[in-house]
Nanobody, 118 residues
Framework: QVQLVESGGGSVQAGGSLRLSCTATASVYCMGWFRQAPGKEREGVGVVNRLGIKYYTNSVRGRFTVSRDNGKNTLYLQMNSLRSEDTGVYYC???????????????WGQGIQVTVSS
């Protein structure tokens, strides 16, 4: 079992930035972020494998950056130019075998709220 703990959420005005972090209890091949907006289905945001190869959903490409520090088993999500539609609960995810985005990963964090006000 891999446990994931997110931090860094909060509230920001549209156009602002936030950085999320996630620490895993073990090294995992693929780590990423999913989110769920109020009244909407869960969607993948972006993932990165241990080699640094990344995949993003179209709506965040160019604004969000997923990165990881393999030595610290830590994942980051830098979110710039935030929009009200980015509001939601963001989940850190991990999968030991696959980074086939946006396939649902095996492990999930508790989730952290991000609120963007216009």
């Amino acid at each position: 079992q891999v446990q994931l703990v997110e931090s860094g959420g909060g509230s920001v005005q549209a156009g602002g930035s936030l950085r999320l972090s996630c620490t895993a209890t073990a090294s995992v091949y693929c780590m990423g972020w999913f989110r769920q907006a109020p009244g909407k289905e869960r969607e993948g945001v972006g993932v990165v494998n241990r080699l640094g190869i990344k995949y993003y959903t179209n709506s965040v490409r160019g604004r969000f950056t997923v990165s990881r520090d393999n030595g610290k088993n830590t994942l980051y999500l830098q979110m710039n130019s935030l929009r009200s539609e980015d509001t939601g609960v963001y989940y850190c995810t991990a999968d030991p075998d696959s980074c086939n985005f946006p396939t649902v990963p095996d492990y999930w964090g508790q989730g952290i709220q991000v609120t963007v006000s216009s």
